[in-house]
């Protein structure tokens, strides 16, 4: 089996959706992705931005970080990550920036040098690669890191847990900060009451066409979740939970 059929099996599985931000690879994930009869049923598509102004403007990289680490570094390949999982609306995104070859080289950055960045919403990883063929396999070299990171996030894997894909209604306790915004204090599903102990990572998103506001939260149980308020209607949804071993949000 081709990494690329594993990748897609896990996601529908799991019943996730992936989107990709390619730089060097200059689209080839996507290749390999589309290449797998059915993948639209996971693959939602990918942005290919090999120049810096496109990484700001399509998926929000800051300039502040390519000024101040590089587009080919760990900084960038996590914004590019979670600007394409926001701005596509995907469960996972995964990224790829680095320099393929068989110039621009540096001392500090040489040819070979690639950083793959994956956002989800409960982890954000970037792990660094120094690959030694020429143009051609440096890409595909890319391209199989990128395609193994999905791998390993969806299938739990180094002590990970899984994904629980709720999209449940539930009553919220919440209290309104100076801002107006509302902060999520305790919850009730399925008739048990789960009080919030820590939170994490605030986003506002547009899910199935609705905007929402999301918070990733741990309860006393130190069970990981997502809850998300719609805006238009005032109802509050458990998106999603991480049963078993916390992750720290």
């Known amino acids: 089996m081709q990494i690329e059929e594993r990748v897609g099996g896990l996601l529908r599985e799991r019943g996730l959706t992936l989107a990709t931000a390619e730089s060097c690879t200059g689209g080839l994930v996507g290749h390999r992705l589309t290449n797998v009869a059915g993948s639209s049923d996971y693959y939602l598509g990918g942005v290919v931005a090999y120049s810096n102004a496109l990484k700001e403007a399509l998926l929000g990289v800051r300039h502040e970080t390519l000024l101040a680490h590089g587009a080919v570094s760990d900084e960038t390949a996590r914004e590019m990550a979670r600007g394409a999982r926001q701005r596509l609306g995907a469960d996972v995104a995964v990224s790829i920036t680095g320099i393929a070859g068989p110039t621009g080289g540096t001392e500090d950055k040489p040819v070979g ?66 801002d107006g915004t509302g902060l999520p204090l305790a919850f009730v599903w399925q008739g048990r009451r789960y009080e919030i102990v820590s939170w994490g990572r605030e986003s506002s998103e547009t899910q199935e066409g609705r905007d929402v506001r999301c918070y990733l939260v741990q309860t006393a149980g130190l069970q990981t979740w997502e809850l998300c308020l719609d805006l238009e209607m005032g109802q509050w949804i458990l998106s999603r939970r991480w049963p078993g071993k916390p992750r720290v949000v």
Not at 121 to 150: H, M, P, Q, T, Y
Request: net charge negative; hydrophobic share 45%; charged share 30%.
């Open 113 to 178: 040098l690639v950083y793959v960045g994956l956002s989800a919403a409960d982890e954000a990883w970037c792990r660094r690669f120094v690959f030694d063929g020429d143009r051609l396999g440096n890409k595909e070299a890319s391209a199989d890191a990128a395609l193994r990171i999905v791998v390993e996030y969806v299938a739990g894997a180094e002590g990970g847990t899984m994904l629980d894909f709720v999209r449940e209604p539930v009553s919220v306790e919440v209290r309104i900060r100076p």
